[in-house]
Nanobody
């Protein structure tokens, strides 16, 4: 089964940028996946789907809260997905998790943001504050 490791979190001022990374570790057919998704959870709030990307068809999807500010991309050689976060706001403060699924789902969309992933990394904290 694939394992996911997030990195790149930290403290940034409002209006600033950060780039998160999610690296998939595994070998053999049991580590295959098509979609990587990013979700976040702020203190006292439910987890929120942010974005996903599919290696099956190259499709991407963004939640309304980050559309136009965040960009998701992937490097298939490095088995890494990136989340470039620009024009950060205080409400972007959260622990960010990357996830995937073991069912080889191919469609990256709003449904996948909410329900698709069943394997998650441990998260990386992003704090937006002056």
């Amino acid at each position: 089964q694939v394992q996911l490791v997030e990195s790149g979190g930290g403290l940034v001022q409002p209006g600033g940028s950060l780039r998160l990374s999610c690296t998939a570790i595994g070998s053999g057919h049991n580590s295959r996946y098509y979609i990587i998704t990013w979700s976040r959870q702020a203190p006292g709030k439910p987890r929120e789907g942010v974005s996903c990307i599919s290696s099956y068809d190259g499709s991407t999807y963004y939640s309304d809260s980050v559309k136009g500010r965040f960009t998701i991309s992937r490097d298939n050689v490095k088995n890494t997905v990136y989340l470039q976060m620009d024009r950060l706001k205080s409400e972007d403060t959260a622990v960010y998790y990357c996830g995937t699924d073991s069912a080889l789902i191919t469609a990256c969309n709003s449904w996948y943001l909410s329900y698709g992933a069943n394997t998650w990394g441990k998260g990386t904290l992003v704090t937006v504050s002056s």
